[in-house]
């Protein structure tokens, strides 16, 4: 069976200090990969998303970037973060052969930038 | 660009039935997609409408109409466990999942 496995589950930053979430998928191949943002008691902001290595597309241009070095493992980073970056970051995938409106989410990482 | 637009709140009591809507502005309209998410944890998919008319998983019913732009989520029967927040999300060409801003959903005794 399929999983998805991201950390940390928790975290609390400085403002201006580096960030690095990482998401993994067992189970599956070539999935299509996802990272949104939930500000709190808020809808989900797509910010990032990748059908293969190396492609990525941006669907909000902020101080985050996104990397997929590996087929299963896709990577939220960002070199100065700022207060408006809290929020609860969720990575999720999809299969790549099936449009059926289904994404798989993490558990989320909860950054609190102070 | 698109937008999704969904009740911020709904009130019910138990063993009653809600009915949810969601009506979107979007282009290149593959499919309606329902999420539930409890508070704190991860959303969890509900169901996928890509025709027009109605999908029943058990107690709950998913409905469609691309003419209308239209769709709504039908939970019967509620029980506590059902007190979450619920989203609507477009599939669309050349890009994920877009994600309204949720409905929350409050059942009581």
């Known amino acids: 069976s399929q999983t998805i496995h991201q950390w940390p589950a928790t975290l609390v930053q400085p403002v201006g200090s580096p960030l690095s979430l990482e998401c993994t998928v067992e189970?599956?191949?070539?999935?299509?990969l996802y990272w949104y943002r939930q500000a709190a008691g808020r809808g989900l902001q797509l910010l990032f998303y990748?059908?293969?290595?190396?492609?990525i597309s941006s669907e909000v241009p902020q101080n985050l970037s996104a990397s997929r070095p590996q087929d299963r493992q896709f990577i939220l980073s960002s070199k100065k973060l700022l207060l408006s970056d809290s929020g609860f970051y969720l990575c999720?995938?999809?299969?790549?052969?099936?449009?059926?409106?289904?994404?798989?989410f993490g558990e989320g990482s909860r950054l609190t930038v102070l | 660009g698109q937008s999704l637009e969904q009740p911020s709140e709904v009130t019910a009591v138990e063993g009653a039935i809600v009915q949810i809507n969601c009506t979107y502005q979007?282009?290149?309209?593959?499919?309606l997609s329902w999420y539930q998410q409890h508070d704190g944890g991860a959303p969890t998919f509900l169901s996928y409408?890509?025709?027009?008319g109605l999908e029943e998983t058990g107690r709950f019913s998913s409905f469609l109409s691309r003419s209308d732009s239209y769709g709504y989520l039908l939970l019967q029967e509620l029980q506590m466990k059902d007190s979450a927040s619920y989203f609507c999300?477009?599939?669309?060409?050349?890009?994920?999942?877009?994600f309204g801003k949720g409905t929350t959903l409050s059942v009581s005794s």
């Open positions: 979007t282009s290149g309209f593959y499919g």
């Open positions: 409408n890509a025709l027009d």
């Open positions: 999720a995938w999809s299969d790549r052969g099936r449009s059926t409106g289904e994404l798989f």
């Open positions: 999300a477009v599939a669309q060409a050349g890009t994920a999942l877009i």
């Open positions: 189970g599956t191949s070539n999935p299509n």
């Open positions: 990748s059908v293969g290595i190396g492609q």
